[in-house]
Nanobody, 115 residues
Framework: QVQLVESGGGLAQPGESLRLSCGAS????????WSWYRQAPGKERELVAA???????KYSDSVKGRFSISRNNARNTVSLQMNELKPEDTAVYYC?????????YGQGTQVTVSS
């Protein structure tokens, strides 16, 4: 089993930055894809960024150029650096992973962007 725990959410003003971190424990060698998702009130959960086998990165169009996903293999963590935050980035952010072909998620962390 694998457990994912997010940290780093909070309140930011438009234009500011936040950094989310996700710590993983358990059988992490069986994870093939690392990702960040978000879900805003009344909307479906959407993929924000992902790291695929081989290191390929993918970003949603709405965050491309502003957000950056990275992984620290030594610390078993995945981070999401969020710059130039906008009010529409307000959502619960979830760390995600593909584990034995199944999507798993952490408990989520709230990010609120407001002036």
């Amino acid at each position: 089993q694998v457990q994912l725990v997010e940290s780093g959410g909070g309140l930011a003003q438009p234009g500011e930055s936040l950094r989310l971190s996700c710590g993983a424990s358990g059988s992490i060698t069986s994870i093939t894809v690392w990702s960040w998702y978000r879900q805003a009130p009344g909307k479906e959960r959407e993929l924000v960024a992902a790291i695929y086998p081989g290191g390929q990165l993918k970003y949603s169009d709405s965050v491309k150029g502003r957000f950056s996903i990275s992984r620290n293999n030594a610390r078993n963590t995945v981070s999401l650096q969020m710059n130039e935050l906008k009010p529409e980035d307000t959502a619960v952010y979830y760390c995600g992973a593909v584990y034995w072909g199944r999507n798993i998620y952490g408990q989520g962390t709230q990010v609120t962007v407001s002036s």
